[in-house]
């Protein structure tokens, strides 16, 4: 048996070893290596108390009640800059199902294995340095990991009734570890998650949030979904999804909103998209059981993008995802219905959505597109029309020399419209800005300075309040701007 271990973690375990302490590889690093699979992180168990581990290593860091210890490397990898390094422990209760109510520290390796969650995480490697560095291995597997390892089964450490009474995150890490490892929930441990899901409402969201977001970065992110619903556990932190279940839609979909919404985010997580493309493809019709009137094939959902937007928004912050993330959502969402014909569809149309959903997003919101086409069981992701509409985006972003719309665009700016018209610093200067702005949005011809000091004198003409329209004209949305040509598209193509 032969393993690729980190001269950085080697040296922590020799050292502990040669002031005769006896410490392990433990967890999922000790899983991953039985993989073949390179550890995201290293941890070390050991019998020395934490004061020990720290008079050996003067640089490490202890910070917790927990007996872990972060010891400094001179590494600049990151995940071996500190590698954590815990004394053998016994644990608790744990009355807010989250940490112990305190640590008792243990004797052995196996006490310290019997506290950890699943089988194949209760696993520790014992090293033998030998001198001419032919270490020896020895697996320590006092609860038969590696058989649950080679028959991809995913079972708790124990009576799965307590394990998720100690830990209540448990019981998303076994679905997210399914999934990751495309194994098997062992039946008791299923059923154990199944009848104990409501804890997982005492879990910080944040906690809960990281745990969803690595099932959704996985190939098998679908299938995450799915468990996480068969478990139980979707309505617990996510109850607008389960919103969709059984709910049909028109004739224009084959599947019910929310196999609709699983089949895109499967189709974008097979074809590793980011997260932010895979959490609006997942997403992006939540609000189509609210806005949904009348039954069968000839049902609609009118305004279903702003009432998915604002699900979306508050469904993402009360997980506490961060503002960027958030930001980039709420856009794919909000303009996912965007409707396209070459026939009809102007370039001032595509400037405007590019205005809307900034160019950095333009492409990654026709990603959503494909997954939203493919969730909806059309045939194609990428139709003639999706084909037509990147081609134009990419000539339209040419000649516009790859800039995002913005008051930037304007060959004229602030100061220089004062200098003309003699305005004073103000709103009004602002609402000229963005009156120009819509106007060469429009046509870019008129982006020349001759017309736009013509154009700006004009415009500081008119009183306050006509100033005022036509810069609520400018500020409208996307579709409340295009809102006559989305109902030609619609009527020639039916389309609701």
Known sequence: MKF??????????QQLQKNNFEAYLVGGCVRDLLLK???????????????????????????????????????EQENLKIIETTTFRKEGKYTDKRHPDYVVFAETIEEDLSRRDFTINALALKIDFQ????????????????????????RTVGNPEERFQEDALRLMRAIRLAVELNFKIEEKTFSAIQKMASLLQQIAPERIRDEFVKIILTPLAAEGILLLHEANLLKQFLPELEEGVGVGQNKHHVYSVFEHLWRSLDYAARNNYSLEVRLAALFHDL????????????????????????????????????????????????????????????????????????????????KLREADRIGSGCPKAKPFRLRHFLFRVEKILKEMAGEQPSLKMLKINGNEIMKITNLQPGPKVGAILNILLEEILDDPLKNEKKYL???????????????????????????????EEEEQLKKKHQVV
């Open 37 to 75: 699979k390179e550890p995201k992180d290293w941890d070390i168990a050991t019998q020395a108390k934490p004061e020990e581990i720290q008079r050996i290593f003067p640089e490490s860091i202890y910070e917790n009640a927990f007996g872990t210890v972060g010891i400094k490397t001179s590494s």
């Open 453 to 483: 000091e013509k154009r700006a004198k004009e415009l500081s003409q008119l009183s306050d309040k006509e100033l005022e329209e036509k810069q609520k004209m400018a500020k409208e949305t996307y579709l409340d701007l295009l809102k």
């Open 4 to 13: 690729n271990i980190p001269v950085e973690v080697l040296t922590i375990i």
């Open 287 to 366: 609000g189509k059981p609210r806005t949904k009137e009348g039954e069968g094939p000839n049902s609609t959902f009118y305004n279903h993008e702003m009432e998915s937007t604002k699900m979306v928004y508050n469904l993402m912050t009360r997980l506490r995802f961060d503002k960027k993330t958030i930001k980039k959502v709420i856009k794919l969402v909000r303009y996912h219905g965007f409707v396209y014909d070459p026939e009809i569809t102007t370039d001032s149309s595509i400037r405007r959505l590019i205005l809307k959903v900034g160019k950095e997003n333009i492409f990654e919101l026709a």
């Open 131 to 154: 001198e001419n560095l032919k270490n020896r291995f020895q697996i320590i597997d006092p609860f038969n990991g590696q058989k649950d390892l080679r028959d991809k089964i995913i």
